[in-house]
T-cell receptor, first 113, second 114 residues
Framework: ETGVTQTPRHLVMGMTNKKSLKCEQH?????MYWYKQSAKKPLELMFV???????ENNSVPSRFSPECPNSSHLFLHLHTLQPEDSALYLC????????????FGNGTRLTVT | AQSVTQLDSHVSVSEGTPVLLRCNYS??????LFWYVQHPNKGLQLLLK??????LVKGINGFEAEFKKSETSFHLTKPSAHMSDAAEYFC????????????FGTGTRLKVLA
């Protein structure tokens, strides 16, 4: 069982819907990340939070809105998405050591219709 | 600036034969290097990491990688492929400069033939 849990595993939404993705980590880490993984494209960093503060926004459209209420939880709020936003959204966390690896959840497979 | 290049997008091997997945990196600082594996519809699982200790790093499931600074390489190997090794593999570099940024390669899809 992974130390990073993402829900839901699958999500289908229309372009006018509002939905949220949830990530929870049980590893005692203080940094959390959102990545987007599309077919035939490299992994794209979206957001980074360190001690609940956003430290990276990789020019992500405003229809994606992250929220990090505490170091264990991370949300990605979605509204008025486009079909090209269909992808696997991966959450990861990292410990404080400078050589710490990322620990990933199993992702949410999002389909926008 | 950091970068990582996975030299093969697809690799096919027969079950029981050696696996070699190639990765070259570029980094301005002392890099940390990682290999991850991803099975279909799953997240990325850490196979192994190099963090300036021993240059030959052993990981899970019989994989290992050797850090070669002169060649700026960090190739992943396994002596004998198993059917369950079929997956996508990612080489990742991170700089020890406090930025906590991770640069991912484009991935190598490993196919294992029976």
């Amino acid at each position: 069982e992974t130390g990073v849990t993402q829900t839901p595993r699958h999500l289908v939404m229309g372009m006018t819907n509002k939905k949220s993705l949830k990530c929870e980590q049980h590893l005692g880490h203080n940094a959390m990340y959102w990545y987007k993984q599309s077919a035939k494209k490299p992994l794209e960093l979206m957001f980074v939070y360190n001690f609940k503060e956003q430290t990276e926004n990789n020019s992500v459209p405003s229809r994606f809105s992250p929220e990090c209420p505490n170091s264990s939880h991370l949300f990605l709020h979605l509204h008025t998405l486009q079909p090209e936003d269909s992808a696997l959204y991966l959450c990861a966390s990292r410990g404080q050591g400078i050589n710490s690896p990322l620990h990933f959840g199993n992702g949410t497979r999002l389909t926008v219709t | 600036a950091q970068s990582v290049t996975q030299l093969d997008s697809h690799v096919s091997v027969s079950e029981g034969t050696p696996v070699l997945l190639r990765c070259n990196y570029s980094s301005s600082y002392s890099p940390s290097l990682f290999w991850y594996v991803q099975h279909p519809n799953k997240g990325l699982q850490l196979l192994l990491k190099y963090t300036s200790a021993a240059t030959l790093v052993k990981g899970i499931n019989g994989f290992e990688a050797e850090f070669k600074k002169s060649e700026t390489s960090f190739h992943l190997t396994k002596p004998s492929a198993h059917m369950s090794d079929a997956a996508e593999y990612f080489c990742v570099v991170s700089e020890s400069s406090g930025t906590y940024k991770y640069i991912f390669g484009t991935g190598t899809r490993l196919k294992v033939l029976a």
